[in-house]
């Protein structure tokens, strides 16, 4: 664990120390590649409608502006100017700070989870803590931390319908959650069953040597999967406005790139990769399909189910990776919305104030870093998900045997060894005293981590990640879907 700790510790304060000189968040939206449009003033607006610009009279300067504002007719000739995003630009988008530390810490995350497979490829480490694992879980934390962020905004807003909408998902997840907790494993393959029996029992054995005789499972399995069932609502009221925003985007990519046939089958694949790592856990139609493909009156194996896990894992990457890739086509539809809703204005009859114009325009490019993070924090909750299911379900990125996992015993609390006492003088006595302070604080640590790594299995961790990590694909499909018909069909009704 010593190369690990020193690698994630240096990690932490790279990230610290460079995160105001070189940042990858800030990168992704200032390296030129982006372009917003910019507001119109009052004297363009004014010479597009064919009049002078009012001057404010000596009256109108006591009044300090409670005057009539200025309105232009809505069909004027107006084209935005574009202009590539620039790091100074990045200082009025709402949420940026966390948009920055986050996307920054899910790279170094990703840089230490490489260097540890590295290092366990090359040493056996099976004894030892894989801080590439607690960097994915911490990722995955801050991610769902991030979109509650985000929620609470909404929550805090005052109009209700985005508050609706939060919890009409949440309550739609939460009865999903609890239909899809009844399935049986030869239909859904997560390996709850096996890791919530493991987690029992290793719990069982911990609680009777801490002197809990009273250990009830039957109640202890109902109200994990109750809280289990809660927690799936909580994250589908979360990715409720994500899945609607990546429809949205969608849609106006495939439009802006509707010279470019090969950007559009990549965007259709991206949209539809939820779907895929949702059929992957499907075992009838993924894993037992490919084990025994029809093939004529015989069949054929595709993907024997050993290397099946394994590379179910590399599709997860693949097309995270896809996704991500492909995240400027998605910003820039955004950012486009604001020529799209001046050429929808044209069509309209009627006056507008100019500051309604310029508050709309400039509207779009301050919530930019919104509409990146309910992008890209989907996609790394999968990813990261799928790295800790890697990395503490035993997994192996090898297309091989299947490996399976250990199920680790509940062990006896050891106990330290009591220091004998003998003629010592009183500083050495002080010494002796604060170093048995110190080896029993270890001794704690050390049979506390050692019940934890008893109670939670790699096969518990292997159902758990698992699960999570369909749930957040699935909340995905239902988001995006019901995103695109609303866009598609209700917004134009």
């Given at each position: 664990?010593?190369?690990?700790?020193?690698?994630?510790?240096?990690?932490?304060?790279?990230?610290?120390?460079?995160?105001?000189?070189?940042?990858?968040a800030?990168?992704?939206?200032?390296?030129?590649?982006?372009?917003?449009?910019?507001?119109?003033?009052?004297?363009?607006?004014?010479?597009?409608?064919?009049k002078?610009?009012?001057?404010?009279?000596?009256?109108?300067?006591?009044?300090?502006?409670?005057g009539?504002?200025?309105?232009?007719?809505?069909?004027?000739?107006?084209?935005?100017?574009?202009?590539?995003?620039?790091?100074?630009?990045?200082?009025?988008?709402?949420?940026?700070l966390?948009?920055?530390?986050?996307?920054?810490?899910?790279?170094?995350?990703?840089?230490?989870?490489?260097?540890t497979?590295?290092?366990?490829?090359?040493?056996?480490?099976?004894?030892?803590?894989?801080?590439?694992?607690?960097?994915?879980?911490?990722?995955?934390?801050?991610?769902?931390?991030?979109?509650?962020?985000?929620?609470?905004?909404?929550?805090?807003?005052?109009?209700?319908?985005?508050?609706?909408?939060?919890?009409?998902?949440?309550?739609?997840?939460?009865?999903?959650?609890?239909?899809?907790?009844?399935?049986?494993?030869?239909?859904?393959?997560?390996?709850?069953?096996?890791?919530?029996?493991?987690?029992?029992?290793?719990?069982?054995?911990?609680?009777?040597?801490?002197?809990?005789?009273?250990?009830s499972?039957?109640?202890?399995?109902?109200?994990?999967?109750?809280?289990?069932?809660?927690?799936?609502?909580?994250?589908?009221?979360?990715?409720?406005?994500?899945?609607?925003?990546?429809?949205?985007?969608?849609?106006?990519?495939?439009?802006?790139n509707?010279?470019?046939?090969?950007?559009?089958?990549?965007?259709?694949?991206?949209?539809?990769?939820?779907?895929?790592?949702?059929?992957?856990?499907?075992?009838?139609?993924?894993?037992?399909?490919?084990?025994?493909?029809?093939?004529?009156?015989?069949?054929?194996?595709?993907?024997?189910?050993?290397?099946?896990?394994?590379?179910?894992?590399?599709?997860?990457?693949?097309?995270?990776?896809?996704?991500?890739?492909?995240?400027?086509?998605?910003?820039?539809?955004y950012?486009?919305?604001?020529?799209?809703?001046?050429?929808?204005?044209?069509?309209?009859?009627?006056?507008?104030?100019?500051?309604?114009?310029?508050?709309?325009?400039?509207?779009?490019f301050?919530?930019?870093?919104?509409?990146?993070?309910?992008?890209?924090?989907?996609?790394?909750?999968?990813?990261?998900?799928?790295?800790?299911?890697?990395?503490?379900?035993?997994?192996?990125?090898?297309?091989?045997?299947?490996?399976?996992?250990?199920?680790?015993?509940?062990?006896?609390?050891?106990t330290a060894?009591?220091?004998?006492?003998?003629?010592?003088?009183?500083?050495?006595?002080?010494?002796?005293?604060?170093?048995?302070?110190?080896?029993?604080?270890?001794a704690?640590?050390s049979?506390?981590?050692?019940?934890?790594?008893?109670?939670?299995?790699?096969?518990?961790?292997?159902?758990f990640?698992?699960?999570?990590?369909?749930?957040?694909a699935?909340?995905?499909?239902?988001?995006?879907?019901?995103?695109?018909?609303?866009?598609?069909?209700?917004?134009?009704?």
């Amino acid at each position: 664990m010593g190369i690990q700790l020193v690698v994630s510790l240096l990690a932490a304060s790279i990230m610290q120390r460079m995160a105001p000189h070189c940042s990858f968040a800030r990168w992704l939206l200032c390296n030129g590649s982006l372009f917003r449009f910019k507001h119109p003033s009052e004297g363009e607006l004014c010479a597009l409608a064919g009049k002078q610009m009012p001057k404010p009279s000596r009256r109108d300067r006591r009044q300090n502006g409670d005057g009539k504002p200025l309105t232009v007719p809505k069909d004027i000739d107006l084209h935005l100017e574009k202009a590539p995003i620039n790091n100074l630009d990045a200082l009025v988008l709402r949420f940026f700070l966390e948009y920055q530390w986050l996307i920054d810490f899910s790279v170094y995350a990703m840089g230490v989870f490489v260097f540890t497979e590295c290092y366990c490829s090359v040493v056996d480490a099976s004894k030892e803590v894989n801080i590439g694992a607690i960097w994915c879980v911490l990722t995955v934390f801050f991610s769902l931390r991030t979109l509650h962020t985000l929620m609470s905004h909404y929550f805090r807003s005052d109009e209700g319908g985005e508050r609706s909408v939060c919890l009409a998902f949440g309550f739609l997840s939460l009865l999903v959650a609890m239909l899809v907790l009844v399935v049986r494993e030869d239909y859904l393959e997560f390996g709850l069953e096996p890791g919530f029996a493991s987690l029992f029992d290793n719990l069982e054995i911990v609680a009777k040597q801490q002197g809990y005789a009273d250990w009830s499972v039957p109640v202890t399995k109902l109200t994990v999967k109750l809280g289990l069932a809660a927690l799936c609502a909580y994250i589908g009221s979360l990715l409720a406005f994500p899945g609607l925003r990546m429809a949205q985007t969608h849609l106006d990519a495939v439009q802006m790139n509707s010279d470019r046939p090969l950007i559009q089958i990549l965007l259709h694949m991206s949209f539809l990769s939820p779907v895929i790592v949702v059929v992957l856990w499907i075992k009838p139609i993924a894993r037992d399909f490919l084990a025994n493909a029809p093939m004529g009156k015989t069949s054929v194996t595709l993907v024997p189910s050993a290397a099946f896990d394994s590379m179910r894992l590399w599709i997860i990457v693949a097309l995270c990776l896809l996704r991500l890739a492909l995240t400027r086509y998605h910003l820039q539809a955004y950012l486009n919305l604001a020529q799209k809703w001046v050429e929808q204005m044209k069509k309209e009859a009627g006056r507008i104030a100019a500051i309604d114009i310029q508050r709309k325009v400039t509207r779009v490019f301050c919530y930019l870093t919104v509409v990146t993070l309910q992008y890209l924090v989907p996609v790394l909750l999968i990813l990261f998900s799928a790295l800790s299911l890697k990395a503490l379900g035993d997994f192996s990125w090898a297309l091989g045997a299947e490996e399976t996992p250990g199920v680790t015993p509940a062990l006896v609390m050891p106990t330290a060894a009591p220091v004998l006492p003998g003629g010592l003088d009183e500083d050495e006595e002080g010494v002796e005293d604060m170093e048995e302070d110190i080896q029993a604080t270890v001794a704690r640590f050390s049979e506390a981590f050692t019940a934890l790594r008893s109670v939670l299995t790699p096969l518990f961790f292997r159902g758990f990640f698992a699960f999570l990590t369909w749930w957040v694909a699935a909340c995905q499909v239902i988001s995006s879907l019901f995103g695109i018909y609303f866009h598609q069909y209700l917004m134009q009704n």
